[in-house]
């Protein structure tokens, strides 16, 4: 089985634009988070896929690999698969290029889902854990994902869920990390389907897998992600280094 990673990095960002290209203790944000997919040595190879010469003249530079987009893209999912339509590869895991703090044990969990899926009924695995503050549960910027009892995702949303309108019932929230693994041939599925409603709606790329039918099988993990999203997560991530 062939797994690499695969580090989908847009120049431009809505909240804070060329995150990736700042400072972060003398390396870039990027090439941090590089380095860091390399160290895990889970992969048979590791990529970062951009739109950006700045990011592709970063990565090269430092002796790593880096493919340049040919179109433009709605989602990262996107940006991957035209990357590595033509490659011989069995599992492609999607690293945030945003979270230069990598914890190996996660990506281990979801790789070791596709080495004991003898069967292929699952197209996708991700990472969820618990949240109980009641602000991060209602925020939007911390989308939230349901399970049913096998662990299979039911749906992922902005908004709360489950809605609680009887508190006291055992209900936990959970929080979906954004690193993806992926059986190649649903991601290339992904690729060639239009956007349906509820991904428009949510602007969440996970929704148009299960649009269409895909098994995401979520592992929960203690292991919370440290992204950067704004400039005060930039200096939380220097303090933290």
């Keep these: 089985?062939?797994?690499?990673?695969?580090?989908?990095?847009?120049?431009?960002?809505?909240?804070?634009?060329?995150?990736?290209?700042?400072?972060?203790?003398?390396?870039?944000?990027?090439?941090?988070?590089?380095?860091?997919?390399?160290?895990?040595?889970?992969?048979?190879?590791?990529?970062?896929?951009?739109?950006?010469?700045?990011?592709f003249e970063e990565i090269t530079s430092n002796g790593g690999k880096a493919i340049m987009s040919i179109k433009e893209h709605e989602s990262g999912s996107d940006r991957i698969a035209e990357a590595v339509e033509t490659m011989d590869v069995d599992i492609v895991i999607?690293?945030?290029?945003?979270?230069?703090?990598?914890?190996?044990?996660?990506?281990?969990?979801?790789?070791?889902?596709?080495?004991?899926?003898t069967d292929k009924k699952v197209d996708l695995a991700s990472l969820m854990f618990e949240i109980k503050d009641k602000e991060d549960i209602k925020s939007p910027n911390n989308v939230k994902v349901i399970t049913d009892q096998q662990g299979f995702a039911l749906y992922f949303s902005r908004s709360v869920i489950p809605y609680p309108r009887e508190e006291n019932v055992g209900v936990r929230y959970m929080k979906h990390i954004g690193i993806y693994a992926f059986r190649k041939e649903a991601l290339m599925d992904f690729y060639r389907l239009p956007m349906l409603s509820l991904e428009a709606s949510e602007k969440l790329e996970q929704l148009?897998?299960?649009?269409?039918?895909?098994?995401?099988?979520?592992?929960?993990?203690?292991?919370?992600?440290?992204?950067?999203?704004?400039?005060?997560d930039l200096e939380k991530a220097r303090l933290l280094l």
């Design 1 to 55: 089985m062939k797994i690499i990673a695969v580090i989908p990095a847009r120049y431009a960002s809505t909240r804070f634009p060329a995150k990736l290209m700042q400072d972060l203790g003398g390396k870039t944000v990027i090439l941090r988070t590089y380095e860091a997919a390399l160290e895990t040595q889970l992969f048979d190879d590791v990529f970062v896929v951009t739109d950006s010469d700045l990011i």
């Design 94 to 117: 999607n690293v945030q290029g945003d979270e230069p703090f990598i914890n190996k044990k996660p990506l281990e969990q979801v790789i070791e889902i596709f080495k004991n899926d």
């Design 208 to 232: 148009r897998y299960l649009e269409y039918g895909k098994r995401i099988k979520m592992v929960e993990t203690d292991h919370g992600s440290i992204g950067i999203d704004t400039p005060e």
